[in-house]
């Protein structure tokens, strides 16, 4: 490891590159100088300039893989430069960031106080949702051990060919092929105790996946327990067109939707009102899409 001297001589815009090399590295288990040039605007001399200096001060974190023009994590690897937590990665894939552009400063940047509501963790090590991204990377199959509350093959090995990552607001899941009940389904990444990508091609893709390709429209509207005034602040709220909120939606995420939003999808609406705001219209057309989220 290079001397603690040398880190704190680093450039933001440098370190942040160096962080992204970090990401990329162990989550989908390459990085390459295009990777680089690609998402920060680089020429590739810089590109190689920078992953040369990134193996200078940590020489033991990557080694050259010829089979993918890239620079692979070892067994040794550790991160210098970034925070691996899942809480931080999977946030970033989502926004498609490069870094988190974090400050070592308290007060806020733009001079803005901005917070959040606190959530449970609930998310796997970080080993295993490397395993599960590098799969999706390299459109691989993955053998995972997972807990269903529902299903019969619960803490059984199971074979997925994962496609694509879903944040449903409260929970990870993870949309992906399953051998065993030929099907798509959704994985909670953290029911996931154990993962392994395996270096088999996948079969499937998410083009296959008609759930995930097509979509449906929810139709909202105010719950009708809600006074004039209350309804009327939630047409505003959410930019409502003749009394009618609509939502275009993958229909794997229907069900995620209504729950987020604390829809009613009782057929006469019989819940409160002021827990579920919220009622559909089109129940019947949405209903084969999430049939889990109606009571």
Known sequence: MANSKHFQDIKQGTRQRLQYIEVMAYYTGVVSRSDLSRTFGISDAAATKTLKQYNDLVPNNLVYQHSDFGFAPTAQFEAIFADLSPQTVLP?????????????????????????????????????VAQIIRAIKHRQKAEIIYSSMTDSENNETRIIEPHSLVNSGLRWHVRAYNERSYDFRDFVLSRISQATRLKIPAESSAIYDDDWVETTRLKLAPHPGLGATQQQGLLL????????????????????VLQKLSVDTTEQHSMNPNAYQLILLNREEVAAFASWSFL
């Open 92 to 128: 970033m894939i989502a926004g498609n960031l490069a870094t988190t552009a974090q400050t070592m400063e308290e007060s806020p940047v733009y001079g803005i106080q901005v917070d959040s509501l606190p959530q449970p963790v609930r998310l796997p090590d970080k080993s295993i």
């Open 237 to 256: 709220d959410y930019g409502a067109t003749a009394g009618v909120i609509e939502l275009e939606v993958r229909r794997a995420l229907t069900g995620y």
